[in-house]
Nanobody, 123 residues
Framework: EVQVAESGGGLVQAGGSLRLSCVVS????????IGWFRQAPGMEREGVSC???????TYADVVKGRFTISSDNAKNTVFLQMHNLTPEDTAIYYC?????????????????WGRGTQVTVSS
């Protein structure tokens, strides 16, 4: 059984930083896609950043230069380092995993989802 678990959310002031972690268990990091998505109240879920075994990394334009996605395959863990946070980054952040590498960062392409972690940025 594949399980996805996020951690690292919290409350931070504008301009601050957070690092989210996503541990995926139940499949090997051979051919994979791991993504971070977020959903703010009243908004649709959007792709933030994704990393795949074959196609590298993808970032949403609004986070480029501020967020960095990375993986520790030995620990089945993906990180999202977030810098220079703004109140517009406030959302529930979800990690998703799929045992196939694919292009882009689209929620519909991912099979397994975590429960999310809240990120709140105060002004």
């Amino acid at each position: 059984e594949v399980q996805v678990a996020e951690s690292g959310g919290g409350l931070v002031q504008a301009g601050g930083s957070l690092r989210l972690s996503c541990v995926v268990s139940g499949f090997t990091f051979d051919d994979y896609a791991i993504g971070w998505f977020r959903q703010a109240p009243g908004m649709e879920r959007e792709g933030v950043s994704c990393i795949t075994s074959r196609h590298g990394t993808t970032y949403a334009d609004v986070v480029k230069g501020r967020f960095t996605i990375s993986s520790d395959n030995a620990k089945n863990t993906v990180f999202l380092q977030m810098h220079n946070l703004t109140p517009e980054d406030t959302a529930i952040y979800y990690c998703a995993a799929d045992p196939r590498s694919h292009y882009g960062c689209y929620a519909g392409s991912y099979t397994y989802w975590g429960r999310g972690t809240q990120v709140t940025v105060s002004s």
